[in-house]
């Protein structure tokens, strides 16, 4: 049986905690990493694209994504559209807020499109508000305390924010019904605008357009059912999974995931 999220990260001590109900159309969860002795050793873990943003608060010492050092206390986890590798040593601390597809442009109020696999947040936003929040999420005493305080955060953001349209939870849904497989041109008609009003609203309020986040959206599938065929071979997925052939197949799943699906297998194998 494939690792759950839970136990692949348990030696970094990861908790879920889901949000209010007041944020919860647009908060999808909250996360907490945390170890009681330091991390001797360099460890990282693969960050794969699901069209969402975060934001992330780190108390203990530096993080690093793709191998580079991040020097900020609170950043961005920007919608991304390719794999990327969050990198732990030492003092392992932090909490983030993991936002649904479209949920966070009401809080953050810019077009999302020119955040997307940034991690700048700190000149985005209020930087001495953010770094005041950052200080009182130090000084709390545990994870549901943390969440508490940033939940208060968010409401007083969203109270002030910009408003998302109510097309967007409502066109994200039909594309993950089908899986990322239904043409752009017919999700527009299904929504009566036309496709480059849609475009133009994916791009402000998702940070990417329709037809890459219905790539994300074939990739996720297929990613997790080859986490679940471990013991199978990677060969005649491609019909299954809804790809041109074989070499679509492999050609789109390592230009997202970051590596082919026989080195994703290997590498998951390797885990259990």
């Known amino acids: 049986m494939p690792l759950t999220p839970e136990a692949q990260l348990a030696y970094l001590g990861f908790q879920l905690i889901a949000p209010d109900p007041a944020l919860c159309s647009y908060v999808r969860e909250y996360w907490y990493l945390r170890r009681d002795s330091p991390l001797r050793a360099y460890h990282e873990e693969y960050m794969h694209p699901r069209g969402r943003f975060g934001m992330v608060f780190n108390f203990g010492d530096k993080l690093h994504l793709d191998a580079q050092a991040i ?76 969440v508490s305080l940033l939940e208060e955060w968010l409401l007083n953001r969203l109270n002030l924010g910009k408003e998302r349209d109510a097309l967007i939870p409502v066109s994200l849904r039909v594309l993950r019904e089908g899986e990322g497989n239904l043409p752009i041109s017919e999700l527009a008609r299904k929504l009566a605008i036309s496709q480059r ?76």
Not at 214 to 222: G, H, N
Not at 249 to 265: C, D, K, N, Q
């Open 197 to 272: 009003q849609l475009e133009r609203l994916y791009q402000s309020q998702v940070g990417m357009s329709p037809k890459q986040y219905s790539r994300l959206l074939r990739v996720e599938t297929a990613r997790l059912t080859l986490k679940q065929k471990m013991g199978q071979s990677t060969t005649g997925l491609a019909a299954e999974l809804g790809f041109y052939d074989q070499a679509h197949f492999i050609r789109e799943f390592s230009t997202v995931i970051g590596m082919t699906p026989y080195a994703y297998l290997k590498r998951n194998r390797q885990r259990l």
């Open 71 to 146: 020097d900020d206390p609170t950043f961005l986890d920007g919608v991304n559209t390719v794999s990327r590798r969050m990198g732990f040593l030492g003092n392992v601390d932090l909490m983030g807020v993991s936002f649904h597809e479209g949920g966070a442009y009401p809080f953050l109020g810019v077009p999302l499109t020119e955040l997307r696999d940034e991690i700048t947040l700190l000149e985005v936003l209020d930087r001495p508000g953010l770094l005041r929040l950052h200080a009182r999420l130090y000084e709390a005493d545990s994870f549901p305390t943390r």
